[in-house]
């Protein structure tokens, strides 16, 4: 099931923009700075909401997305159609390039719950980047008490007629893990899995280096706010020698 690249977007896409989203304008605003003039590609593009304001910047803007549901969405909006979208898995890099930046949000590249898939992802990435390019990630530092027992089960909601509750399983040692969300309702049983393979930033950053990439920046955030031992999440732009 999890080596099903467009599960996610089937079962998400027509809740994804709901409401509690992080705002994009920071990232637009770094991302546009590193652009280099472009042209841009978005890995994991969804519903458009980094890439169509990155596009109004006058950038050209190209996607790679799985989930055909995820890119109906983007070309509801104005300005979506604009975009050309390879569907296909973000791992493989589908498009030929040569891009000046590339990036992934939103911890996606985490949503490769394979080492080779991670690492075929920044491998790929390398190919079509152009020389003095940068890929950008942005993601979470894991921290230990997060997953503390390797099961967990948290409630997410109950009203009168459902209640939702997700459940984790955590493999340590493989540094992943499976969710489920469950809904019960009137209707019935909904399930909603989802699975992650997460990493340190020194992870990235050598996964990075045999792909043939190399650390140039590293901030807490989209506002560049200095990265410290301290930061729950990172911003790390690689170049392309």
């Known amino acids: 099931m999890f080596d099903d ?13 709901g409401p509690g989203n ?4 920071p990232a637009v605003d770094l991302l546009a700075d590193l652009a280099g003039g472009g042209p841009v590609l978005e890995l994991a593009i969804g519903t458009g909401r980094v890439a169509l304001p990155l596009a109004a910047r ?5 996607g790679v997305e799985a989930s055909p549901e995820m890119v109906a969405k983007m070309r509801a909006k104005p300005g979506g159609d604009r ?11 589908p498009v030929p390039g040569p891009y000046r930046l590339a990036y992934l949000v939103f911890n996606t590249l985490f949503n ?4 080779e898939r991670q690492a075929d992802c920044l491998r790929n990435v390398a190919r079509v980047l152009a020389p003095g390019g940068a890929f950008v990630v942005e993601a979470f ?3 230990p008490a997060d997953f ?26 493989a540094q992943t893990f499976v969710r489920q969300t469950i809904t019960f309702d009137r209707a019935g049983v909904h399930l909603r899995p989802f ?37 729950t999440s990172h911003v790390s732009v690689y170049r392309k020698p």
């Open 5 to 17: 690249p467009g599960l996610f977007g089937r079962l998400w896409a027509d809740t994804y923009d």
């Open 22 to 25: 992080p705002d994009p304008a």
């Open 58 to 62: 006058g950038l050209a803007v190209d």
């Open 83 to 93: 975009i050309p979208v390879t569907i296909g898995d973000m791992a493989d890099v």
């Open 112 to 115: 490769l719950a394979e080492a």
């Open 141 to 143: 530092v894991p921290d």
């Open 148 to 173: 503390d027992r390797d099961e967990q089960v948290h409630m997410r909601s109950v009203t009168e007629d459902s209640a939702t509750i997700r459940v984790h399983q955590y493999d340590r040692a």
């Open 195 to 231: 699975a992650m393979r997460y990493l340190w930033p020194d992870q990235i950053d050598e996964l990075a280096e045999r792909a043939g990439l190399r650390l140039a920046d590293r901030y807490a955030d989209w506002h560049r706010s200095p990265f410290t031992t301290n930061s």
